[in-house]
Protein backbone atom coordinates (compact mmCIF):
# COMPACT_ATOMS: atom_id res chain seq x y z
CA UNK A 1 0.00 0.00 0.00
CA UNK A 2 1.14 3.80 0.27
CA UNK A 3 2.76 5.10 2.39
CA UNK A 4 2.64 8.84 3.48
CA UNK A 5 5.36 11.29 4.68
CA UNK A 6 4.22 14.12 6.79
CA UNK A 7 6.40 16.66 8.13
CA UNK A 8 7.29 18.30 10.72
CA UNK A 9 5.12 15.76 13.54
CA UNK A 10 5.63 18.76 15.83
CA UNK A 11 5.43 22.23 15.48
CA UNK A 12 5.05 25.55 18.29
CA UNK A 13 4.72 28.98 16.08
CA UNK A 14 3.77 32.48 17.25
CA UNK A 15 0.98 34.15 16.70
CA UNK A 16 0.46 35.76 13.16
CA UNK A 17 3.32 33.52 11.73
CA UNK A 18 2.70 31.07 8.81
CA UNK A 19 3.07 27.12 9.22
CA UNK A 20 4.04 24.80 6.21
CA UNK A 21 2.83 21.39 6.35
CA UNK A 22 4.20 18.96 3.85
CA UNK A 23 2.88 15.35 2.69
CA UNK A 24 4.22 13.43 1.17
CA UNK A 25 3.45 10.04 -1.12
CA UNK A 26 6.93 7.79 -1.20
CA UNK A 27 5.41 4.95 -3.29
CA UNK A 28 2.23 5.94 -4.56
CA UNK A 29 1.18 8.59 -7.23
CA UNK A 30 -1.05 10.82 -5.42
CA UNK A 31 -3.51 12.66 -7.55
CA UNK A 32 -5.30 13.41 -4.46
CA UNK A 33 -4.33 14.44 -1.16
CA UNK A 34 -7.01 14.64 1.81
CA UNK A 35 -6.77 16.97 4.71
CA UNK A 36 -7.97 16.63 7.92
CA UNK A 37 -8.26 18.32 11.27
CA UNK A 38 -8.75 16.59 14.89
CA UNK A 39 -9.44 18.41 17.42
CA UNK A 40 -8.96 16.47 20.89
CA UNK A 41 -10.53 13.68 21.81
CA UNK A 42 -12.81 14.35 18.50
CA UNK A 43 -13.24 12.66 15.37
CA UNK A 44 -11.38 13.90 12.22
CA UNK A 45 -12.62 16.51 10.05
CA UNK A 46 -11.89 17.16 6.12
CA UNK A 47 -10.87 20.58 5.58
CA UNK A 48 -10.25 20.01 1.83
CA UNK A 49 -8.90 18.30 -1.07
CA UNK A 50 -6.12 18.64 -3.05
CA UNK A 51 -5.83 17.94 -6.60
CA UNK A 52 -2.48 18.01 -8.54
CA UNK A 53 -2.06 20.64 -11.22
CA UNK A 54 -5.57 22.36 -9.79
CA UNK A 55 -6.92 23.86 -7.19
CA UNK A 56 -7.97 22.62 -3.65
CA UNK A 57 -11.68 21.83 -3.17
CA UNK A 58 -12.76 22.89 0.87
CA UNK A 59 -15.53 21.68 2.34
CA UNK A 60 -17.96 23.89 3.69
CA UNK A 61 -16.71 26.17 6.85
CA UNK A 62 -12.83 26.01 5.61
CA UNK A 63 -11.59 29.24 4.80
CA UNK A 64 -9.32 28.63 1.56
CA UNK A 65 -7.58 31.93 2.65
CA UNK A 66 -5.95 30.48 5.72
CA UNK A 67 -5.33 27.54 4.61
CA UNK A 68 -3.78 27.29 1.42
CA UNK A 69 -2.92 23.49 -0.17
CA UNK A 70 -0.34 23.47 -2.58
CA UNK A 71 -0.60 19.91 -4.81
CA UNK A 72 2.04 21.04 -7.22
CA UNK A 73 3.55 17.18 -8.13
CA UNK A 74 2.30 13.36 -7.53
CA UNK A 75 3.78 13.01 -4.32
CA UNK A 76 3.89 16.09 -2.65
CA UNK A 77 0.90 18.31 -1.02
CA UNK A 78 1.57 21.48 0.77
CA UNK A 79 -0.99 22.97 3.62
CA UNK A 80 0.16 26.39 5.18
CA UNK A 81 -1.64 27.75 7.83
CA UNK A 82 -1.21 31.27 7.55
CA UNK A 83 -1.58 34.28 10.19
CA UNK A 84 -1.62 31.19 12.68
CA UNK A 85 -4.25 32.07 15.91
CA UNK A 86 -4.24 29.54 19.16
CA UNK A 87 -7.51 28.80 18.08
CA UNK A 88 -5.74 26.89 15.22
CA UNK A 89 -3.98 24.86 17.23
CA UNK A 90 -4.74 21.31 16.54
CA UNK A 91 -3.69 18.27 15.15
CA UNK A 92 -3.74 18.04 11.10
CA UNK A 93 -3.18 14.92 9.19
CA UNK A 94 -2.98 14.32 5.74
CA UNK A 95 -3.88 11.29 3.64
CA UNK A 96 -4.16 9.64 0.06
CA UNK A 97 -4.42 6.09 -1.70
CA UNK A 98 -6.78 3.14 -3.23
CA UNK A 99 -9.87 4.80 -1.65
CA UNK A 100 -12.82 2.22 -1.23
CA UNK A 101 -11.13 -0.72 -2.33
CA UNK A 102 -7.98 -0.28 -0.48
CA UNK A 103 -8.70 2.15 2.21
CA UNK A 104 -6.36 5.68 2.82
CA UNK A 105 -2.87 5.90 3.78
CA UNK A 106 -2.63 9.05 6.66
CA UNK A 107 0.43 10.51 7.40
CA UNK A 108 1.97 10.51 11.06
CA UNK A 109 0.41 13.92 11.89
CA UNK A 110 1.28 17.08 12.74
CA UNK A 111 0.68 18.98 15.75
CA UNK A 112 0.48 22.32 15.51
CA UNK A 113 0.66 24.53 18.77
CA UNK A 114 -0.01 28.58 18.12
CA UNK A 115 0.89 30.59 21.62
CA UNK B 1 -24.86 11.72 3.40
CA UNK B 2 -23.41 9.01 4.51
CA UNK B 3 -22.79 8.41 7.62
CA UNK B 4 -21.26 5.94 10.59
CA UNK B 5 -21.82 5.76 14.10
CA UNK B 6 -19.92 4.45 16.61
CA UNK B 7 -20.58 3.82 20.23
CA UNK B 8 -19.71 6.06 23.09
CA UNK B 9 -16.46 6.03 24.91
CA UNK B 10 -14.27 5.71 26.77
CA UNK B 11 -14.37 1.79 26.74
CA UNK B 12 -12.29 0.82 29.99
CA UNK B 13 -10.85 -2.95 30.05
CA UNK B 14 -8.97 -4.90 32.13
CA UNK B 15 -6.46 -6.79 30.32
CA UNK B 16 -7.34 -10.34 28.68
CA UNK B 17 -11.22 -9.07 28.40
CA UNK B 18 -13.10 -9.29 25.45
CA UNK B 19 -13.78 -6.24 23.57
CA UNK B 20 -16.76 -5.61 20.81
CA UNK B 21 -17.21 -1.74 19.69
CA UNK B 22 -20.03 -1.23 18.15
CA UNK B 23 -20.55 0.55 14.50
CA UNK B 24 -23.16 1.35 12.50
CA UNK B 25 -23.49 2.97 8.97
CA UNK B 26 -25.35 4.52 6.89
CA UNK B 27 -24.83 4.97 3.27
CA UNK B 28 -26.14 4.63 -0.65
CA UNK B 29 -24.97 2.01 -2.60
CA UNK B 30 -22.47 -0.70 -1.37
CA UNK B 31 -19.79 1.20 0.79
CA UNK B 32 -16.61 -0.44 1.83
CA UNK B 33 -15.94 -0.42 5.49
CA UNK B 34 -12.91 0.29 7.33
CA UNK B 35 -11.63 -0.02 11.13
CA UNK B 36 -8.68 2.76 11.54
CA UNK B 37 -6.53 2.73 15.22
CA UNK B 38 -4.59 5.72 16.33
CA UNK B 39 -2.31 4.97 19.31
CA UNK B 40 -1.57 8.43 21.59
CA UNK B 41 0.05 10.99 19.62
CA UNK B 42 0.42 9.07 16.14
CA UNK B 43 -1.54 9.42 13.09
CA UNK B 44 -4.25 6.94 11.60
CA UNK B 45 -3.27 3.23 10.85
CA UNK B 46 -5.86 0.99 9.31
CA UNK B 47 -6.36 -2.10 11.38
CA UNK B 48 -8.72 -3.90 8.70
CA UNK B 49 -11.00 -4.17 5.97
CA UNK B 50 -13.94 -5.39 3.89
CA UNK B 51 -15.17 -4.69 0.98
CA UNK B 52 -18.54 -6.80 0.25
CA UNK B 53 -21.32 -8.27 2.28
CA UNK B 54 -20.32 -10.84 4.61
CA UNK B 55 -16.72 -10.07 4.47
CA UNK B 56 -14.51 -10.80 7.44
CA UNK B 57 -11.56 -8.35 8.09
CA UNK B 58 -8.98 -9.55 10.94
CA UNK B 59 -5.44 -8.00 11.87
CA UNK B 60 -3.55 -8.45 15.03
CA UNK B 61 -6.46 -10.58 16.99
CA UNK B 62 -9.26 -7.72 15.85
CA UNK B 63 -12.02 -8.69 13.44
CA UNK B 64 -14.91 -7.39 11.98
CA UNK B 65 -17.67 -8.43 9.64
CA UNK B 66 -19.98 -6.50 6.90
CA UNK B 67 -23.36 -7.46 7.58
CA UNK B 68 -25.52 -5.53 5.45
CA UNK B 69 -28.61 -6.62 6.98
CA UNK B 70 -27.90 -4.92 9.82
CA UNK B 71 -25.87 -2.02 8.31
CA UNK B 72 -23.18 -2.72 10.49
CA UNK B 73 -19.32 -3.71 11.41
CA UNK B 74 -18.58 -3.83 14.55
CA UNK B 75 -14.81 -4.50 16.03
CA UNK B 76 -14.10 -7.23 18.34
CA UNK B 77 -11.18 -9.37 20.03
CA UNK B 78 -11.36 -12.07 21.95
CA UNK B 79 -8.54 -10.85 24.97
CA UNK B 80 -7.11 -7.04 25.02
CA UNK B 81 -3.84 -6.14 25.70
CA UNK B 82 -2.24 -3.26 27.43
CA UNK B 83 -1.02 -2.34 24.30
CA UNK B 84 -4.50 -2.15 22.78
CA UNK B 85 -4.88 0.96 23.91
CA UNK B 86 -5.91 3.56 20.81
CA UNK B 87 -8.67 5.16 19.71
CA UNK B 88 -10.56 3.18 17.27
CA UNK B 89 -12.35 4.69 14.03
CA UNK B 90 -14.75 3.06 11.89
CA UNK B 91 -15.07 4.58 8.51
CA UNK B 92 -16.86 4.12 4.92
CA UNK B 93 -15.88 4.96 1.46
CA UNK B 94 -19.05 4.46 -1.20
CA UNK B 95 -18.38 5.36 -5.05
CA UNK B 96 -17.75 9.35 -6.01
CA UNK B 97 -17.94 10.07 -1.71
CA UNK B 98 -15.22 11.22 0.35
CA UNK B 99 -13.99 9.01 3.04
CA UNK B 100 -16.58 9.37 5.88
CA UNK B 101 -15.28 8.61 9.75
CA UNK B 102 -16.96 7.94 12.87
CA UNK B 103 -16.77 9.66 15.97
CA UNK B 104 -13.69 7.48 17.30
CA UNK B 105 -13.87 5.29 20.38
CA UNK B 106 -11.43 5.45 22.88
CA UNK B 107 -9.84 1.97 24.60
CA UNK B 108 -8.00 1.93 27.86
CA UNK B 109 -6.55 -1.26 28.96
CA UNK B 110 -5.53 -2.06 32.52
CA UNK B 111 -2.95 -4.67 33.47
Known amino acids: GAVVSQHPSRVICKSGTSVKIECRSL??????MFWYRQFPKQSLMLMAT?????????EQGVEKDKFLINHASLTLSTLTVTSAHPEDSSFYIC???????????FGSGTRLTVV | GDSVTQMEGPVTLSEEACLTINCTYTATGYPSLFWYVQYPGEGLQLLLK?????DKGSNKGFEATYRKETTSFHLEKGSVQVSDSAVYFCALSSYGQNFVFGPGTRLSVLP
Open chain 2, 50 to 54: ATKAD
Open chain 1, 27 to 32: DFQATT
Open chain 1, 95 to 105: GTGGGREYGYT
Open chain 1, 50 to 58: SNEGSKATY
